[in-house]
């Protein structure tokens, strides 16, 4: 019998009869490491764990406990779900697809007389747990494109029949557990008595590959846990974003609204929403002041010429607006670097010039499938901090380097850690190999001689150039992409940038997209959640509550509240003929981080007995010190 060589992650290595299945190199190992397998990689590539060695290779076992091993068993759980749904509810119901995403899954199910509410989670889990205790073997098929559209035909799976016959493939792979079977590339669980601890989350809308103009389907939201205790921890931490969600928030605090009748995605933004958000504009124009930055503005229409000679035209068209002036055709701006180059270009440059950094809060407006849309965090028209900084290519390193730290200066002041991610070529791009090459190892070097550790995310770049994105997790753990910086050689090129060096010959700039906070509202969304709406003081949109306790001192609380407007703090009375403790309450339902209290007392003696939303009480004091105090806790952020 011929034999294979094995190596393993430690440089050891073994041989086994052809033949050999990873889980019985496994239990070769230790029967511990039997007993966790869930899946292999061999030469890299995963693989279900029952897949026979019949060749020389490389191989890693894939347990629970690592992110592969997790995402293998959220997509398990996942066919379990749909299995235990069509077993439920038959023909009725038709699946489509299920993947694994962060912290859980989905699967998107047609009917046409059958709509999914959360008072059926109780039943379609109940029968998860008992196909999961029967621990059916999950076992791979393969077979032809035809046979597998006849499969499927005959189950009545239409959506099934169309990713099939969308797939380039001759042979396409299934996955059969019990009497159910699904299309997909795998791998999975060997069985599914492995599944131990889920639990459906929501249900919600979705259009079938995204497209508003296909059909409705129905979206099973879960999650999934190798134990029941981390399940339970993962339930509170959803719990506790529900209450923090940005949308709910929102409306009790006042901050902005969406309306059916202005159009889907546009935020239509309330007085102190729209006081929060010139705060950090505010906040963001004196940092970028500090850093050498020169803030300009370009208009929201530019000629659609001009987005051809850009590349967004052939290449981002279908995210962007179209309209006619006159018989000439504009494009609305989807961002902001066209107009930095048209600055960049109205007169001659010289190296002594570089870099340039020029900042925009630019208002930009994307074409997003209404299915996409959600809050703030996924908008049709939305603010970018943006900026381009035009250098030479020796100035190219020390100016990504300074947005890194800009990043961090920044993070740090509104207590965000984050990850940092590259995002290399994607398949639609322009600009050729070598300045791909340059741009992306630019950006890697940078990392690496700043030591900040970065993983790589192949495919996903800009079309014009790669970057790095930047991933805030807030107070429950959550990535957010929002800050951004890319590396860009190409559109210089197309746009003839050039400066004059020191030889007096010219050369061309590099430019480097960044922006810090990304979208502003995207951003708002964010701090929302991470702080639960309990804005630190500095950007509160109102920082102090004036209270009355009788209207004997209704013409004091006037007095005060008069004098710390003129002060420049943001201010509100509320001087109702009602209990204090109403108003006190109602002023921490609004998150309103100080209330003023005015009894007699403070009227006599000129002062004010400061409350903290959280109930503790602070030294009465003057409403000329209640004024330094305000200022000494933001003076680090103005």
């Known amino acids: 019998m011929s034999r294979v060589h094995i190596e393993l992650p430690d440089g050891t290595r073994r041989d086994f009869p052809a033949g050999t299945t990873a889980l019985e190199v496994a239990r070769d190992i230790s029967e511990r490491l039997a007993r966790q397998a869930v899946a292999a990689r061999i030469d890299g590539q995963l693989t279900d764990v029952t897949a026979a060695l019949n060749r020389d290779c490389r191989l890693e076992i894939v347990t629970l406990d690592s992110p592969a091993g997790l995402e293998i068993y959220r997509h398990s759980t996942a066919h379990l779900m749909a299995q235990a749904v069509k077993t439920l509810f038959g023909r009725d119901v038709q699946v489509t697809i299920g993947p694994a995403i962060e912290n859980g899954f989905y699967y998107d199910f047609y009917s046409e007389t059958h709509k999914f509410t959360p008072e059926e989670f109780d039943a379609i889990e109940a029968k998860m747990a008992e196909l999961a205790a029967a621990d059916l073997p999950i076992r791979r098929e393969e077979m ?4 597998a559209i006849e499969l499927f035909r005959e189950q009545g799976e239409a959506y099934k029949v169309e990713l099939i016959e969308d797939l380039p493939n001759q042979t396409v792979s299934l996955y059969r557990q019990g009497d159910f079977v699904d299309l997909c590339r795998g791998p999975h669980l060997p069985s599914t008595g492995f599944i131990k601890a889920f639990k459906l989350t929501s249900v919600a809308g979705a259009y079938w590959r995204g497209d508003e103009n296909r059909a409705m389907l129905q979206r099973l939201y879960a999650t999934a846990f190798p134990d029941r205790k981390e399940l339970k921890a993962h339930l509170q931490r959803l719990e506790e974003a529900r209450k923090r969600d940005h949308r709910k928030l929102g409306r009790e605090l006042d901050l902005f609204s969406f309306s ?28 970028h002041l500090k850093r050498g930055y020169d803030i300009v503005m370009g208009p929201q229409l530019l000629r659609t010429d001009l987005w051809k000679t850009s590349g967004h035209y052939d290449n981002y068209r279908e995210n962007m607006y179209f309209t006619e002036v006159e018989g000439q055709g504009y494009g609305i701006k989807p961002m902001n670097c066209l107009s930095h180059m048209i600055i960049y270009k109205s007169q001659i440059r010289s190296y002594r010039d570089l870099p340039l950094r020029f900042f925009e809060l630019g208002t930009v407006h994307r074409h997003e499938k209404s299915g996409v849309l959600h809050g703030l965090t996924r908008v049709r028209g939305f603010t970018q901090d943006d900026a381009h900084i035009l250098c030479t290519p020796d100035q190219l390193d020390g100016e990504i380097k300074g947005v890194l730290q800009f990043v961090r200066d920044v993070m740090g002041i509104f207590g965000f850690a984050y990850e940092l991610e590259i995002s290399t070529r994607p398949a639609k791009s322009i600009g050729s190999d070598q300045d791909w090459e ?34 805030l997790k807030d107070a429950l753990d959550r990535r957010w992409q929002c800050a951004t910086i890319q590396c860009d050689f190409t559109l210089p090129e197309r746009f003839d940038l050039s400066f004059v060096g020191a030889d007096g010959e010219k050369h061309r700039p590099v430019m480097v997209h960044r922006v810090i906070l990304g979208s502003i509202e995207r951003f708002i969304g964010v701090l929302i959640e991470h702080y639960a709406g309990n804005f630190p003081l500095w950007i509160s949109p109102v920082q102090a509550v004036v209270v009355n306790v009788t209207d004997n001192q209704a013409a004091y609380a006037q007095q005060v509240f008069n004098e710390l407007r003129a002060a420049g703090l943001r201010v509100r009375q509320d001087l109702r003929n009602e209990k204090l403790g109403f108003k006190i309450r109602e002023a921490q339902v609004e998150k309103i981080p100080y209330m003023l209290v005015i009894g007699d007392k403070e009227m006599e003696q000129g002062t004010v ?17 209640f004024v330094r105090f305000v200022d000494d806790e933001c003076k680090n952020y103005h």
């Open 260 to 287: 059916e009748e202005a159009g889907a995605g546009l935020v239509i933004w309330h007085p102190k929403g729209a006081l929060l958000r010139t705060i950090l504009e505010d906040f963001e124009r004196r940092e």
């Open 144 to 147: 032809t494109r035809e046979s």
């Open 438 to 471: 340059r741009a992306t190892n630019a950006l890697m070097n940078a990392l690496k001689d700043t030591g900040l550790p970065f993983e790589v995310n192949e495919g996903d770049g800009a079309f014009y150039g790669p970057k790095i994105d930047v991933k």
């Open 609 to 625: 007995a400061p409350r903290h939303r959280s109930g503790k009480m602070l030294d009465a004091m003057s409403p000329a010190d």
